[in-house]
C-alpha cells in the first residue's frame, strides 16, 4: 500500500490527489512529539482530529470565520483551519486536551462551567482556548476588552454574556490567588 493510500485509510476526509507528496513532519502536541507523514494541504485542524484522534478540537466552518477550531500555536492562539500541518513542523501545538491536568479542569474550564459559559458546548473548546490566551496577553482586561478579545469566537446559543462572564470570573480568580 502506498503512502497515500494509508493515509486515506486512516480516515482522512480529502481523498488523496493524484501525484500529490507526502511530508514528514515533527509536532510536539500536548507535550509529546509526533512523527507523522501529511499531504502538503492537510490542515493542521485536521492533522490533529484525524491523524492523532484529538477531536476536542472543533471545526465549524473551515474558512476561518467560527473560531471553534482555536488551539494554541507555540503559546499563542490560532485557528487551526487557516494553519497547514506542515507549518507546525518543529512547533508546540496545545490543544483543549492539555488543559485537564490529574483530573483537575483548567481554571478557565472551572470559570465556563461555574458561570454557565456554554449550552451545547461545540464553540466551547475554542472559546476557552482563545479567552487563555487573552489572558496571557493581558491578565486584566475590560469586559470590552473581553468582547473585543474574543469577537473572532462565534457561539450559537449563548449570546455571549456569561462567556465573557466567565473570563472576567477567571481574571478575577487570578488576581485573588496571585495577590495571596
Ligand atoms: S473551523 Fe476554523 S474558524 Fe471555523
Ligand atoms: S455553546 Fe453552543 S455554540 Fe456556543
Do not use: W
Amino acid at each position: 500500500m502506498s503512502h497515500v493510500n494509508e493515509l486515506t485509510a486512516r480516515g482522512r476526509t480529502h481523498p488523496p490527489i493524484e501525484g500529490d507528496c507526502i511530508v514528514q513532519i515533527s509536532v510536539t502536541v500536548n507535550g509529546t512529539t509526533h512523527d507523522n507523514d501529511v499531504e502538503p494541504r492537510t490542515l493542521l485542524v485536521h492533522y490533529v482530529r484525524e491523524q492523532l484522534g484529538l477531536t476536542g478540537t472543533n471545526v465549524g466552518c473551515d474558512t476561518s470565520s467560527c473560531g471553534a477550531c482555536t488551539l494554541h500555536l507555540n503559546g499563542e492562539a490560532v485557528k487551526s483551519c487557516t494553519v497547514l500541518a506542515v507549518q507546525a513542523d518543529g512547533q508546540q501545538v496545545a490543544t483543549i486536551e492539555s488543559l485537564e491536568v490529574d483530573g483537575i479542569m483548567h481554571p478557565m474550564q472551572t470559570a465556563f462551567m461555574e458561570n454557565h459559559g456554554l449550552q451545547c458546548g461545540f464553540c466551547t473548546p475554542g472559546m476557552v482556548m482563545a479567552s487563555i490566551s487573552l489572558l496571557n496577553e493581558n491578565p486584566n482586561p475590560s469586559e470590552d476588552q473581553v468582547r473585543l478579545g474574543l469577537e473572532g469566537n462565534l457561539c450559537r446559543c449563548t449570546g455571549y454574556h456569561n462567556i465573557v462572564k466567565s473570563v472576567l470570573a477567571c481574571a478575577s480568580a487570578a488576581a485573588v490567588s496571585g495577590s495571596k
